[in-house]
């Protein structure tokens, strides 16, 4: 996959997440109850030894056939994160 970079959404305030290869990917579905709200955006060095839920390698292969790739975040991506001043977002992992 030619992607260099990658989003996270993550379910309401569930641990459910969804990686995908295009910010606003219009094949995941939000539930009106638990909406998908952008949570990061990552690159593949940050994802490779799968500490924040998921393998890279069969991530891609999913959101190549489907769009986006679902899995249980980790206590390492849904902890407490530190918000840079500058963008209001959180930090990368």
């Known amino acids: 996959?030619?992607?260099?970079?990658?989003?996270?959404?993550?379910?309401?305030?569930t641990?459910?997440?969804a990686?995908?290869?295009?910010?606003?990917?219009p094949r995941l579905r939000a539930e009106p109850s638990a909406?998908?709200?952008f949570w990061m955006q990552v690159t593949r060095n940050q994802v490779e030894d799968a500490s924040i839920g998921f393998g890279f390698d069969a991530a891609?292969?999913?959101?190549?056939?489907?769009?986006f790739?679902?899995?249980?975040?980790t206590?390492?991506?849904?902890g407490?994160?530190?918000?840079?001043?500058?963008?209001?977002?959180?930090d990368n992992v």
């Open 69 to 73: 790739f679902l899995f249980t975040g």
């Open 15 to 17: 641990a459910s997440c």
């Open 1 to 13: 996959m030619a992607a260099e970079r990658f989003y996270i959404y993550r379910c309401g305030a």
């Open 35 to 37: 909406p998908w709200q």
């Open 75 to 78: 206590i390492k991506l849904l």
């Open 80 to 90: 407490p994160q530190s918000k840079p001043a500058s963008s209001g977002e959180p």
């Open 60 to 67: 891609v292969k999913k959101i190549q056939s489907d769009g």
């Open 19 to 25: 990686l995908t290869a295009v910010k606003n990917e």
